[in-house]
């Protein structure tokens, strides 16, 4: 039943971070403490400090989409340069290395180079959907396909099913934020 809340929850945060709804930050900090349990007692430990990473990114992000509801700043859908996805996925292969070799020699973590590079291209990802960074769309179309056979191997099934349904969100991301991004085009 925890997993199942967990899974019920982040739908409900990606559904409204498609719509570009704030309340996504409130529906993403529960679904992540919850989280935070479940992966430590799989011993998915990069994955638990991903939920870390995650409430303070939902606590982030509300403040900054706050910000721009106020009309205090203009956060509006964005696209990064072909030298900032280089710098972006860089990164991430480096740190998934790093973390994937620490956790292979120094623990009992499962999967330790999926589970690190799943983190890792998370934390860059997220960091995207709070700035509104349209590429965000496709980088989780591959973590989450990299997830699901993650979480199918410590037969966490209805997190597998949350993220197979997140590969369907994904593509109403896409578009949704492709038509704000034109949008915004127009009145640039």
């Given at each position: 039943m925890l997993e199942l809340t967990a899974v019920v929850f982040a739908i409900v945060y990606l559904v409204l971070a498609v719509r570009e709804n704030i309340l996504c930050w409130f529906a993403a900090g529960i679904s992540t403490?919850?989280?935070?349990?479940?992966?430590?007692?799989?011993?998915?430990?990069?994955e638990s400090g991903l939920q870390v990473y995650y409430l303070g990114m939902a606590v982030f992000g509300w403040y900054q989409w706050r910000l721009a509801n106020d009309g205090s700043t203009s956060l509006q859908v964005s696209m990064?340069?072909?030298?900032?996805?280089?710098?972006?996925?860089?990164?991430?292969?480096?740190?998934?290395?790093?973390?994937?070799?620490?956790?292979?020699?120094?623990?009992?973590?499962?999967?330790?180079?999926?589970?690190?590079?799943?983190?890792?291209?998370?934390?860059?990802?997220?960091?995207?959907?709070?700035?509104?960074?349209?590429?965000?769309?496709?980088?989780?179309?591959?973590?989450?396909?990299?997830?699901?056979?993650?979480?199918?191997?410590?037969?966490?099934?209805?997190?597998?099913?949350?993220?197979?349904?997140?590969?369907?969100?994904?593509?109403?991301g896409w578009f949704s934020w492709s038509r704000s991004y034109k949008q915004n085009m127009k009145t640039v």
């Open positions: 403490l919850i989280f935070l349990y479940i992966f430590w007692d799989v011993k998915l430990y990069m990064w340069s072909m030298r900032e996805h280089l710098l972006a996925l860089v990164l991430i292969a480096l740190l998934t290395f790093t973390s994937g070799y620490l956790l292979h020699s120094g623990t009992d973590a499962r999967l330790p180079y999926l589970d690190s590079l799943t983190t890792w291209g998370s934390v860059v990802t997220t960091f995207m959907v709070v700035r509104k960074v349209l590429e965000n769309w496709i980088y989780w179309l591959v973590i989450d396909s990299i997830s699901i056979y993650l979480y199918l191997d410590r037969e966490l099934y209805f997190t597998s099913m949350l993220f197979a349904v997140y590969i369907v969100i994904v593509f109403f």
